[in-house]
DNA sequence: GCATGTGTTCGACTATATCGAACACTGTTT
DNA sequence: AAACAGTGTTCGATATAGTCGAACACATGC
C-alpha cells in the first residue's frame, strides 16, 4: 500500500488522496484526449473505485468533466477559470504587461515573458507582433528550458545546484539546431550570464530566433525572463544579431528587474487592506 | 455555505479532503490576492493543522506556491498548464478557430466564443478585431450570462429547468442598462428563441455592444455560443442592428453547429488511434 | 519585555478513503 | 441469439490515512 517515495527525497507528509487527484488532472492535461475511468486507474495504480470516486468529486468541483456520451472524463471549465486566476496574480507578469508592449513597439517583434517550471518555460505574457499578421496566442504554452532564449537568460543566473539539474534533465532536441549537450550548453550559459543576453537561433522552431534577458526580483534571484521572438532574417541579419533589439530586451529586462525589486523593499504590502 | 445542487440532483458521496483542496484552490483563485494558512483555515472552516496539509500537498503538486518571504499562498504556475490543457481538449473551441478567424475578418470585427459555467459565460476563444489597435485577451474571463448575448443565447435554448435556474440566481447590474428583473429577462429571451440570435446593447460595459447565436451540438442542446463585439455605432448604428454583421453572425453559427453535430453523429471517435 | 500574530509540527482518535468484487449496461463476437 | 468482453458504476468491510487541537518556533508591534 506504500509508496516509495522516488530516489529519497526527502519524506513530508503529503495527503494521499489530493496528491492522486492532482495526478488525474495532469494526467488528463497532458494526453490530449479524454481519458475512461480504467484506463485513468490503471495509469496510475489505483483501484477502480478509488479513481471513480477521485473524478466524482473532482467533477463535482466542475474541475472535471465527463461525457455524457461516452462516460469518458476531460478537463472541465473551472481549470480554465484557475488558470486564469493565477495569471491575475502573478506578479512578474502583472509588473511585465507594460513594458513588454513597449517592448513590442519599439522592437516592432513579439515579445514573450516566461518563467521557469520543472524544466520547461511557462509563458506567462505574450503580445503580438505589431503588424496585421495572424499569430496564435502562447500563454500556457512550455518550452523546454535549453531551446528557449528564455530558458537560458533564467538559468544563466541560477544558483549552481538548480542550474545543474537543468543541465542533468533529459535534453530533447527540437530542431537540428537544438543544443542537447550538457558541457556546450554549460559554456554557452556562461557566456550568456557575462553577456547579460541569451539568445537562441532557430533550436526550437526552424526560422525563429528569439533574444532574452532575465529578470530579477530583489533577493537578486532570476525569476523570469522577457525577450523578443520572430524570424531569423529580422533578429540575426547576416548572422548577427540586431544591435538595436538587443539593446531594446537588454534595457526593458532592466527596467522590469527595478520594477520586481523595489515592489518588495521599499513598501511590505502596499496593495493590501489594512 | 452549500451550493444547492439545480434542480434537486442526486447527492452523491465526495471525497472529503479533495473537495476541500478544491475548494482551496478556488478561495486562491477569487480572491485576487495571496491567503496565508489561518485565513484559508478559517474561511473554509478547517482546523489550521488540516489547512496546512492540504496546502503542502497542493504545493508539492505545483498547484499552489508559497512566497518564501511572507509564507503566504497563492495559485501555482501548473495551473495555468492546466487551464491551457482544458482548451486544448475543448472540442467546441477546437472547432470554433476557423469559423471565428472568418467571421472576425468578414464582419471586421472582435469574435468571441463562450460556454456556460455556472452562471458565467466562460471565454474560450477570443479573435481581435483585424485592426491594429490594442486589444486584451479576453480567454478565461467568466462574463454574468445576462449581461452578455453569448449568454442570453445560450440560455435561451436551454431546458426550461436549468433556463430558470439561471434567471432565479442572484442577476447582478453592471451598467445601467444591464437587465436584472428576471421576468423581462424572460421575455427577451423568448424573442431570442424566435430570431436565433442575442443582442447586449451596453448592458456589461458602456460603449459596447455584442450580437451573438447559439451553437448546438448533434442532441440539440445549446453547447455554447458565438458572436462579435465592438463599439456600439457599428454594430448598432441608428439603433438598428447591423443587416451585415446579424447574417455573418448567423450563418457562423449554423455552420459551427453542424460541424459540432457531425462529428459525433458520423463517425464515433474518428480521432482516436484505432 | 510581553502580547499577538504568523506558519509549522506532532500525536491520538476515529472518521474516512481505499480496495475488490459484483453490478448494469453496451456493443461485439460467436 | 446467446455468450463475451468491454465499459462506467455501486457497495460494504477493513484499517489506513486524514483530521483535529494543542503546542511549537519565529516574527512584529505595542
Known amino acids: 500500500m506504500s509508496l516509495a517515495t522516488p530516489d529519497g527525497g526527502p519524506r513530508r507528509a503529503t495527503i494521499q488522496s489530493v496528491e492522486r487527484a492532482a495526478r488525474i488532472l495532469k494526467l488528463l492535461g497532458a494526453g490530449s484526449w479524454r481519458l475512461g475511468v480504467t484506463e485513468v486507474a490503471e495509469r496510475l495504480g489505483l483501484a477502480k473505485g478509488t479513481a471513480y470516486g477521485l473524478l466524482r468529486t473532482l467533477e463535482a ?3 472535471v468533466e465527463q461525457d455524457p456520451e461516452t462516460g469518458k472524463y476531460r478537463l472541465g471549465p473551472a481549470m480554465l477559470q484557475l488558470g486564469n486566476a ?8 502583472a509588473r511585465s504587461l507594460l513594458w513588454a508592449d513597449s517592448l513590442a513597439s519599439r522592437g516592432a517583434e513579439a515579445v514573450r515573458v516566461g518563467v521557469l517550471h520543472g524544466s520547461n518555460v511557462l509563458i506567462v505574457h ?9 499569430q496564435i496566442l502562447e500563454v500556457g504554452a512550455s518550452i523546454p528550458w535549453h531551446a528557449c532564449a528564455l ?6 543566473y541560477l544558483p549552481d545546484a538548480q542550474r545543474r539539474s537543468l543541465l542533468d534533465s533529459g535534453l530533447v532536441p527540437l530542431t537540428g539546431r537544438t543544443v542537447t549537450d550538457p558541457a556546450t550548453l554549460e559554456e554557452s550559459l556562461a557566456t550568456v550570464a557575462t553577456a547579460g543576453v541569451a ?4 533550436e526550437a522552431i526552424v526560422g525563429e530566433a528569439e533574444i532574452a534577458a532575465p529578470v530579477f526580483d530583489d533577493m537578486g534571484h532570476s525569476v523570469g525572463a522577457i525577450g523578443v521572438v520572430g524570424p531569423v532574417e529580422r533578429l540575426v541579419p547576416d548572422g548577427r544579431v540586431s544591435a538595436t533589439l538587443l539593446a531594446a ?3 526593458t529586462s532592466r527596467g522590469l528587474s527595478r520594477d520586481m525589486g523595489a515592489g518588495r523593499v521599499r513598501s ?5 487592506r489594512p
Request: no cysteine; glycine share 6%.
Open 61 to 63: 468541483q466542475e474541475l
Open 86 to 93: 493565477f495569471l491575475d496574480n502573478h506578479e512578474l507578469r
Open 126 to 134: 505574450h503580445v503580438f507582433r505589431p503588424d496585421n499578421s495572424v
Open 151 to 156: 530558458g537560458k537568460a533564467i538559468a544563466a
Open 199 to 202: 539568445l537562441e537561433d532557430q
Open 249 to 251: 530586451v537588454r534595457e
Open 268 to 272: 511590505r504590502g502596499p496593495a493590501a
